[in-house]
């Protein structure tokens, strides 16, 4: 018996990164996977390799959402396990925040988490039989301790923290087995970094300085933070709702380099 | 169903209640597995060999000192190494600070807290033979749900999910590939919680949990799908701590 036998899955920002690790590892487990993503190109190539279906969403627009949402309705009648893994890095400096950037990050990591959950966790309440499902929500390990130097980041990371937990208690207490907890990945392996590795000596540095933050002594990879996101997706956890599951290599809970 | 084929478990507390669950999950994921418990637990381990499982049940005081060193060889000695550590014996024994007696106290942490600080010193030298390990302790969510009743139980297993990560952070510096991390549960039907808890009612979903769901979450993180994973807590609690 696979783990996610049966289940429709959807995760948004699938084309790589952490999403795409998801894909295929929910895939791997028997999961019907639907996932979205701005990058059609890469979301059509993800989509051959693993025999998921792309569809094109960018998650703060929410007629894409119900678009995206009513598709999969159409063609299974129900949706089991949200993953709402989109999301960009921040605005750098409070200084030098400017208000269309803060807007846009804002609007992706905490508006597009809100409308994940709010189209997806009603097609969930449709779901035959009963509500049911489990939503999981990526924030950060920069959603628990703080990142001096990008405040608008570890601001939405926390808002996503406190949102998932208000969102689990709601439909909980409403007798909905709909659960949801946040996943919170230290730093990662992916191509988010890729912006900072302008040579290959500010690349090395920037990997001892994780390093240094991680009591693992290395990054995570994709397929880790995909395995816990599994954990969460599955009835392994049909106990833990408004939780936050943190992988990380030890990072929130030392001092770097202590 | 073979996440943990040949990996080597010891699981106290393993008796009744959620350490047999845990014991039981860990053998159908295809690990080998030590019960250890005061109370005799014979009877859980010969139903997993009937079931065709590697299993074995030894008679063990987790706070007696010379303890576990027997216990962690034999299990070596009979299963080929130690790979994975569940501490799950636990003890809850309610007082307030005007009714609680120090003797008391002390019985209560060397059960939840010595006990487990004792069994991941002795099995250290026994996962890094193996080249890494995962420590499993099991805390709760009284950690971070207070009554005054709690005084001695919570305040146990707060010190014991903050030991977890002191242990956590150290062999990952130092390089073991040890990981250690507690999971918290909230109240779970067994014998020791009764399944009449005035808790019920406010637990988000509604109920309480069951033990195998408790055991699916420490096969996760027995597992080398939690490679990453280390110094945190779960709480497997239907969302009590969170409103």
Not at chain 1, 167 to 187: D, E, K, Q, V, W
Not at chain 2, 92 to 113: H, K, M, Q, S, W
Request: charged share 20%; hydrophobic share 40%; net charge negative.
């Amino acid at each position: 018996m696979l783990r996610l036998e049966n289940k429709v899955c959807f995760i948004s920002g699938g084309a790589s990164g952490l999403g795409e690790a998801m894909v295929h590892r929910f895939s791997e487990e028997g999961g019907q996977v639907y996932f979205g993503d701005i990058d059609a190109v890469r979301g059509e190539a993800v989509a051959k390799e693993c025999g998921a279906i792309f569809l094109p969403l960018d998650v703060s627009d929410e007629e894409q959402w119900v678009a995206a949402i009513q598709r999969i309705e159409q063609d299974k009648g129900r949706l089991d396990v949200l993953v709402n893994n989109a999301g960009i890095l921040g605005t750098g400096p409070l200084e030098t925040i400017d208000i269309a950037s803060w807007n846009r990050l804002f609007a992706i990591n905490v508006t597009g988490v809100m409308l994940g959950c709010k189209h997806g966790g009603m097609l969930m309440q449709r779901n035959p039989g009963g509500a049911t499902g489990s939503i999981i929500n990526i924030s950060s390990n920069a959603g628990i301790l703080a990142t001096a130097s990008d405040c608008g980041y570890s601001a939405t990371k926390g808002a996503v923290r406190l949102m998932t937990k208000s969102i689990a208690i709601n439909f909980a207490r409403r007798g909905m087995s709909i659960r949801c907890n946040s996943l919170h990945p230290g730093p990662t392996d992916t191509p988010i970094f890729k912006p900072w590795r302008t040579s290959e000596k500010v690349s090395t540095q920037l990997d001892d300085t994780l390093r240094e933050m991680i009591p693992l002594g290395r990054l995570g990879q994709p397929r880790e933070i995909a395995n816990m996101a599994l954990y969460l997706a599955s009835d392994e956890s049909s106990f833990s709702t408004g939780s936050e599951f943190v992988v990380d290599g030890g990072g929130t809970s030392a001092l770097a380099g202590m | 169903m073979t996440r943990l084929q040949g990996k080597v478990a010891v699981v106290t507390g393993a008796a009744r209640g959620l350490g047999a669950a845990i014991a039981t999950r860990l053998c159908e994921e295809g690990a080998a597995v030590m019960l250890t418990d005061i109370l005799d637990g014979e009877e859980t381990s010969q139903r997993l060999r009937d079931a065709g499982h590697q299993a074995a049940f030894t008679v063990m005081d987790v706070a007696k000192r010379d303890a576990w060193k027997p216990v962690l060889s034999d299990t070596a000695s009979r299963f080929g190494g130690i790979d994975i550590l569940v501490n799950n014996a636990g003890v809850y024994r309610p007082a307030t600070i005007e009714t609680i007696d120090l003797d008391d106290l002390i019985d209560v942490y060397g059960i939840n807290l010595f006990g487990p600080m004792l069994g991941m010193q002795a099995v250290i030298p026994y996962m890094r033979e193996r080249g890494g390990g995962s420590i499993i302790n099991i805390a709760s969510n009284a950690t971070d749900f207070i009554f005054p009743e709690t005084i001695s139980y919570g305040s146990s297993k707060a010190a014991l999910a903050n030991m977890t990560k002191a242990v956590a952070v150290h062999c990952g510096r130092q390089g073991y590939r040890i990981r250690a991390n507690s999971i918290h549960p909230g109240p779970h039907a067994t014998a020791m919680m009764g399944t009449d808890s005035p808790l019920v009612q406010r637990i988000p979903l509604g109920r309480m949990g069951t033990p195998e769901e408790l055991a699916a979450t420490v096969v996760y993180l027995a597992s080398d799908d939690a490679a990453f994973v280390t110094a945190t807590e779960l709480f497997v609690d239907g969302g009590l701590i969170a409103a």
